[in-house]
């Protein structure tokens, strides 16, 4: 069963801390409110958008 593997709870708080951290940047953006910032935000999710969107197109390669 894919429920019972290990690697799904190290998964589970992998997604909790990315979360935690996303939401707290985003949250130190808006009291900053600087276009720089927000610049800067865009720019590392276009970055983290490119990077799995090339992990994907690897693993259809395979």
Known sequence: ???AQ???AVFGM??????LLWFSALGLGQRLN???????LDAL???MMGGAA???LAGLLD
């Open 1 to 3: 069963m894919a429920y």
């Open 6 to 8: 290990p690697d799904n």
């Open 14 to 19: 992998g997604a909790a801390t990315g979360s």
């Open 34 to 40: 600087s276009p720089r910032i927000w610049r800067a």
């Open 45 to 47: 999710v276009a970055v």
């Open 54 to 56: 090339l992990w994907l």
